[in-house]
């Protein structure tokens, strides 16, 4: 079972921090605290399923740097960066290097409260998501060729009839392989098949 998500608050002014750690707390969600970017990177925290709240302009490594840092280590955690009115433009910049929003001080509570739980849950849809892409992708990596063949062509529509006249094999013997890729694929239904396929494809599988 995944862990709770944590969220990491990095701001070298510390009325500001600790404020916005004490507001997570009461929310009820799990808070940690770092004065610099450089000492979270340091410090190397878990990052799966984290949401990281940090201010753009900090002494040493700056907001922008720490989105470039976290990418470099591959890390995947939902970034929102922190801004005062004069540094919207760098917040900017921090959207098109992969921070999920901005948020201006002096930021209401709710506003602030609600971005972190929408970067949380946007997050964690996107690992479901990975996860059932690599479970699709390791079904398919069962069937054997002739059964992707059918599956391929199952998807796009073709009749058994039709796939039995393509591949020059018989139906009956394409109802056999349909029935061998359909239980491979743990699929119920050919519309389970399509959207297995569909999401593999997507996935470039």
Do not use: W
């Not at 910049?93 to 970067?119: C, H, N, T, W, Y």
């Not at 109802?175 to 491979?184: T, W």
């Amino acid at each position: 079972m995944a862990s709770e998500p944590i969220v990491y608050v990095i701001d070298d002014d510390d009325g500001v921090r600790g404020s916005l750690e004490f507001l997570l707390d009461c929310a009820g969600l799990r808070v940690r605290g770092f004065a610099s970017a450089d000492a979270f990177l340091k410090a190397s925290p878990p990052l799966d399923g984290a949401c990281v709240v940090t201010d753009v302009r900090m002494p040493g490594t700056t907001g922008i740097e720490l989105l470039e840092a976290l990418h470099a280590r591959g890390g995947t955690p939902a970034v929102i960066v922190v801004t005062g009115h004069a540094d919207v433009p760098l917040a900017i910049q921090a959207m098109k290097a992969g921070a999920v929003d901005f948020i201006e001080k002096p930021f209401d509570d709710e506003v602030i409260l609600s971005a972190i739980r929408r970067a949380i849950s946007d997050r964690a849809a996107d690992a479901d998501a990975r996860a059932e892409r690599n479970a699709i992708a390791g079904r398919i990596a069962t069937l054997s060729t002739r059964e992707r063949q059918i599956m391929d062509r199952l998807v796009e529509g073709q009749a058994n009839k039709a796939i039995a006249f393509d591949l020059g094999i018989s139906a009956r013997t394409v109802e056999v392989y349909r029935a061998n890729a359909m239980m491979k694929m743990q699929a119920k239904t050919l519309s389970d098949l399509v959207r297995m396929a569909t999401i593999a494809r997507v996935g470039g599988v």
